[in-house]
């Protein structure tokens, strides 16, 4: 077992910072509670006791924490109150990540992130704060790599060529124009303003409030364009910062992705973690060909999204989709070419789910609200489009000991998955289904502790037979 060592001292700043976070809720509260006189200064004052008193306990933190790396395992001493000791063996390590923010890089430092296969929501472990070389270092014991001496420092990257793809700033630029981050961050200012209202004062805000209704009617269409394409242009910023410099590069028996110019993350997918290759079509990328290629992964989260996906790729025209999983992911380059469609006849259920909440709409805006009568017609046109979206978008396809799933939730998602990965297929009907031969059938795959569920609803009960039959043939 080789020494003891301890982490960066800018570990202290990152331990206050997690402090702060995780106190925000009841922070705020109290701040919201305590407007009144002298609210400034008492804020102030209280803030910079917290910090004081953070600061003590991160160092404290920094300080009981404690890690050591061997040829076999690594091994976590931490704990203020109650020490806990924690052996990682080699063996069960999935996955060590990377991470440098723009406060680890100025300091040649890095975050290392190791998942196991079992792990779930949190990595395993975290050193939030070690010199770039040791992180490497640890990386390479790990993973068993030729040289394990402290000084040796080797790179991810193999002297070999490998099969790898990059993203160009032109990809980049559309990947932000289409990513619909627009829509996300009105609803974000939306959700701070209602929180922040009270925080206004009258005056300003009743003046606010004055001076904008009085324009004309040009003007406040000018400002909200304005106020677009500033979030527009914002949402292009944000998919710059997250992905600028993207690469993927294939090993033998993993994928390694590289992205970020202000945090610069490097991860790691084994390929035996992957259960199954998604093609998602967004609302604004379906018109103009574009895809986004995502993975799901078994167990931990390595890099995933709000839905639970690992992104590998973010745009991609969809006519390329193919030569991509040549290049980098052969193994899931099995799409069937023919699709197998719901039958026509389960229309009427798709239909009358999109319309459920319209109708609720309209119910309340009829009783409450009834010069809003209007609107209910442009929710409902949007609905029944929705509806015949679904309707279209929902088909199954085989392809040898491959299964294909299409569905769309708002985004159109094509996903494939091997034999071997499904946990199991599951058929359900009601009365109406038994009736006209139809069917729900939910795919389940290894994910998360909970799962992950490919469904397809109202699909003919045959062509459920035959997915039943492919599963327990193979």
């Known amino acids: 077992m080789s020494d003891y060592k301890r982490l960066h001292p800018l570990a202290i700043l990152f331990n206050v910072f997690n402090l702060f976070k995780s106190s925000f809720y009841f922070l705020f509260t109290i701040i919201v509670l305590s407007i009144g006189d002298g609210f400034i200064l008492y804020t102030l004052l209280g803030l910079s006791v917290l910090t004081i008193v953070f600061a003590v306990i991160g160092f404290l933190i920094w300080r009981r924490f404690e890690y050591s790396v061997s040829s076999d395992q690594i091994h976590i001493k931490q704990g203020l109150l109650i020490r806990k000791d924690r052996y990682i063996s080699k063996h069960r390590i999935q996955s060590i990540d990377l991470t440098q923010s723009i406060f680890h890089r100025p300091l040649g430092l890095t975050r290392v992130d190791v998942e196991t296969a079992g792990s779930d929501k949190k990595v395993d472990a975290a050193l939030s704060a070690v010199q770039l070389s040791e992180g490497k270092w640890i990386q390479n014991v790990m993973k068993s790599r030729a040289n394990v001496g402290q000084d040796a420092s080797i790179d991810h990257h193999e002297s070999v060529q490998r099969p790898n793809r990059n993203i160009t700033n032109k990809e980049l630029f559309i990947a932000g124009s289409t990513s619909g981050s627009v829509g996300v961050i009105l609803g974000l200012i939306g959700l701070l303003f209602s929180q922040i209202e009270n925080i206004i004062p009258e005056k300003f805000y009743s003046m606010t409030t004055t001076w904008f209704l ?261």
Do not use: C
């Open 214 to 474: 009085s324009q004309a009617i040009e003007t406040i269409i000018l400002i909200a364009l304005v106020i677009v394409v500033l979030l527009w242009l914002l949402g292009i910023l944000g998919t710059f910062i997250k992905y600028g410099q993207f690469q993927i590069t294939r090993y033998d028996n993993e994928l390694f992705i590289t992205r970020g110019l202000l945090e610069k993350k490097q991860m790691t997918i084994p390929l035996k973690r992957i259960q199954a290759v998604g093609i998602e079509e967004g609302l604004t990328r379906q018109p103009f060909g574009l895809a986004t290629i995502y993975v799901v992964i078994a167990g931990g989260e390595i890099g995933q999204t709000a839905d639970a996906h690992t992104l590998l790729f973010p745009i991609i025209r969809k006519s390329k989709v193919q030569n991509f999983l040549n290049e980098i992911l052969l193994e899931y380059n099995h799409f069937p070419s023919d699709m197998v469609n719901v039958p026509k006849r389960s229309i009427p259920y798709y239909m009358v789910r999109v319309s459920i909440l319209p109708v609720i709409l309209f119910v309340v805006s009829y009783i409450f609200y009834p010069q809003l009568l209007w609107m209910f017609f442009i929710i409902f046109s949007i609905a029944w489009l929705l509806g015949i979206a679904n309707y279209r978008n929902s088909s199954y396809g085989i392809n040898g000991r491959y299964l294909a799933i299409q569905l769309r939730r708002l985004s159109k998602e094509t996903v494939l998955v091997p034999r071997r990965r499904v946990q199991s297929i599951e058929n359900k009907q009601h009365v109406l289904h038994r009736k006209q031969a139809l069917g729900q059938v939910i795919v389940s795959l290894l994910s998360k502790q909970s799962g992950s569920h490919l469904t397809v609803k109202e699909l003919e009960q045959d062509d459920i037979n035959k997915m039943l039959d492919w599963l327990s043939k193979y």
